[in-house]
């Protein structure tokens, strides 16, 4: 879990390298605890990244950084046993189930095959 997060980390700063390669840390906090952690850490250019984990191996976190186009982008994750969780509104999000195939899917539920 802790890799996926560091991987994560390791992009939002490369994203945004190109625009400022001379940024500087302005902020770094890291509370390393038998039971978790806490972390963040913040750079003149305005990526922001914290995350905290428990001694289970969960982790809870966002980052955020402008991207070469301008935009602020801002994802905030989980990750744990099943995975890891990412959400934001610039990920690729799937297109929705035509209204076609919900009825299609809604009359094969109300008439199951006979045995």
């Not at 906090?29 to 191996?57: L, M, Q, W």
């Not at 934001?88 to 919900?102: A, E, G």
């Amino acid at each position: 879990m802790f890799k996926f997060m560091i991987l994560a980390a390791l992009l939002a700063f490369a994203a945004a390298a190109e625009s400022d390669v001379n940024a500087e840390i302005t902020e770094l906090t890291s509370d390393v605890r038998p039971d978790g952690f806490n972390y963040a850490v913040g750079t003149s250019n305005g990526i922001h990244e914290v995350a905290a984990g428990d001694a289970s191996g969960n982790v809870q976190g966002s980052y955020e950084y402008t991207s070469p186009e301008g935009e602020h982008v801002v994802v905030t994750y989980t990750a744990d046993d099943s995975g890891y969780h990412p959400v934001s509104d610039h990920l690729p999000q799937p297109h929705p189930i035509p209204p076609h195939i919900l009825k299609a899917i809604e009359y094969i539920h109300a008439h199951p095959p006979k045995e």
